[in-house]
């Protein structure tokens, strides 16, 4: 799994998979699910810190 955060575009996307996308849903308007042939690859969610989803929260920590 690979977290990126694009600061300047508050861009967040959550990598699962490095396999082939063939198909895209947006749930909402900011957040999009990209699916491989076996399960999720990606989620992307823009505006992420402006809707509260950046920073994660340190769920190892609790």
């Known amino acids: 799994m690979r977290i990126t955060y ?3 575009d508050d861009i ?3 990598e699962f998979s490095k396999e082939p996308i ?5 749930h909402g308007w900011n957040v999009n699910i990209g699916y491989t ?4 690859a990606e989620i992307t969610v ?3 810190k ?9 769920v190892q920590g609790l």
């Open 50 to 58: 402006a809707a509260g989803y950046w920073p994660l929260e340190d």
């Open 37 to 40: 042939a076996k399960g999720i």
């Open 22 to 26: 063939v198909k895209d849903i947006s």
């Open 12 to 14: 967040l996307c959550i």
């Open 46 to 48: 823009l505006d992420a």
């Open 6 to 8: 694009d600061d300047q």
